[in-house]
């Protein structure tokens, strides 16, 4: 199972936060292999929004 919110979700799906940050400050609580699954699918990147999540 794993938990995760909207915002986190986003922040996740456009590369601003990688899966293990938001794992890490408790805005996605998952397994070390959902995590790692995660990583590997949505790599962080450098994003230009001025938007918050």
Do not use: M, Q
């Not at 936060?17 to 699918?41: I, K, M, N, P, Q």
Request: no cysteine.
């Amino acid at each position: 199972d794993a938990s995760i919110g909207v915002g986190a979700l986003s922040e996740l799906a456009v590369g601003y936060r990688g899966a293990d940050e938001l794992a890490t400050v408790s805005d996605l609580d998952a397994g070390d292999h959902v995590v790692a699954t995660l990583t590997d699918a949505f790599p962080t990147r450098e994003t230009f929004l001025r938007e918050g999540f």
